[in-house]
């Protein structure tokens, strides 16, 4: 099984405008962050690609994997180690039969018939919430809760990354609950320090690991 990250840090330039998402993974990297995913859902495919492969050597300076959220044509192009597909995005069977065995795969899934098919189809670990109310995604659907987090964590067999309004304050139940760890965009982004933020996120975290 490939060693799956514990604080999974989205960047986003959207939410915010300050940092880049170079800035993003490096400010995130040295609060802790132990894999970066590189989330851009406007512009063209050259500037993503460019992106990308500054954030992968970013990342690989750092011994952490870079992991592009939807677009397994930048993730190939730029060298990057995986891809985190949803569930109307590039096939899961697909990205595995182009990425090969080694590069990891991640699938968003709301529920346990969705994680397993994403299983079946290749997937390393499963992205599952929004496990509280969030704004940074429009179409995250309702909250899961902790129930649901628990409920889907005891059904799969690989790991299972929380995400979705999880912040400091909530980010040790998410991991009691049973989650392997933990995803946030804005309780790291849109944080005036979001080195010092990712540093609280992954001390709270370590509280209610087991």
Known sequence: MKAIGMLHVLTDTVLQDRYSHMDLARLAIAGGADTIQYRQKTGTAREMIETAMAMQEICTD?????IVNDRVDVAIAAG???VHLGQDDFPVRKARELLGSDRMIGVSGGTVEEA???IVDGADYVGFGPIYAT???ADAGAPQGLAGLSEIVRALSVPVIAIGGIGADTAAEVMRAGAHGIAVISAVCCQA???GATRRLLRRMRTGKP
């Not at 750092?62 to 870079?66: C, E, K, T, Y």
């Open 62 to 66: 750092a011994g952490i994997p870079l």
């Open 80 to 82: 990057a180690d995986g």
């Open 116 to 118: 397993q098919q994403g």
């Open 135 to 137: 704004g940074s995604k």
């Open 193 to 195: 320090d979001p080195e």
